[in-house]
């Protein structure tokens, strides 16, 4: 069964702070993996991306490593801001779908505190 | 920023209404979709199109319906709503391939704002 964890589900870290967030998942084939941010009552909005050939992408302080031969992910977050409080989804696509089908996780709901 | 709006972002209303959710994209995208999501949960695909005149249900059982007559518009109607429909709707889009000019960014999904819907 395809699915996607993430751990930990919620986290509090004092502003200037780094975290690292985590994504262990089963989807099969593998296509590529996504971290959103999503602030609360908004859609999700795409941070990185990667594909199978890809260990590390970064936007800005947030860096984003993808394992694929453990089939885990992480996302940290550089000196941390209280604009980063919201929760990060990660999404895993699968390969050889027309529909372009994610499977989703649950988030990692992470609060900023000043 | 994706150009992706939905309508309303807040809705309340009695049991038994029927409502319409509206999605509109300006990017030209040809497959939609439809998720609903509860609070710390997952999105769970209730509806998808692949195109005009293409509704296919998805993963969540939902009592509601989709269409798909112009290929900037994909709204979600619920004839008779119920408590348990209470949620939040979100709409995304996607393109054929990926954005020009760039690599496949293979099923790239781009999201709305959400409608919170609240049935009484």
């Known amino acids: 069964k395809n699915q996607v964890e993430q751990s930990p589900q919620s986290l509090i870290i004092l502003e200037g702070k780094n975290c690292t967030l985590q994504?262990?998942?089963?989807?099969?084939?593998?296509?590529?993996l996504r971290w959103y941010k999503q602030d609360t009552g908004r859609g999700p909005v795409s941070l990185t991306i990667?594909?199978?050939?890809?260990n590390t992408k970064s936007n800005g302080r947030y860096t984003a490593t993808l394992d694929a031969d453990t089939k885990q992910s992480s996302l940290h977050i550089t000196a941390s801001q209280l604009s980063d409080s919201a929760s990060y989804i990660c999404?895993?696509?699968?390969?050889?779908?027309?529909?372009?089908?994610?499977?989703f996780g649950r988030g990692t709901q992470l609060t900023v505190w000043p | 920023e994706a150009d992706i709006y939905q309508t309303p972002r807040y809705l309340v209303i009695g049991t038994g209404k029927k409502i319409t959710l509206e999605c509109s994209q300006t990017?030209?995208?040809?497959?939609m979709y439809w998720y609903q999501q509860d609070p710390g949960m997952e999105l769970h695909l209730i509806h998808y199109?692949?195109?005009?005149?293409?509704?296919e249900k998805g993963d969540l059982s939902s009592e509601s319906t989709v269409s798909r007559i112009r290929t900037e518009h994909f709204p979600l109607t619920l004839e008779s709503a119920r408590p348990s429909h209470t949620s939040q709707y979100l709409c995304?889009?996607?393109?054929?391939?990926?954005?020009?000019?760039?690599?496949?960014?293979?099923?790239?999904?781009?999201f709305g704002p959400g409608t919170r819907l609240t049935v009484l």
């Open positions: 995304a889009s996607s393109p054929k391939q990926g954005l020009a000019g760039g690599p496949p960014l293979g099923n790239e999904q781009f």
């Open positions: 994504c262990n998942y089963t989807v099969s084939p593998f296509s590529n």
């Open positions: 990667m594909t199978f050939s890809e």
């Open positions: 999404v895993v696509s699968d390969r050889g779908s027309t529909l372009g089908r994610l499977y």
């Open positions: 990017m030209g995208h040809d497959k």
């Open positions: 199109s692949y195109g005009v005149n293409s509704t």
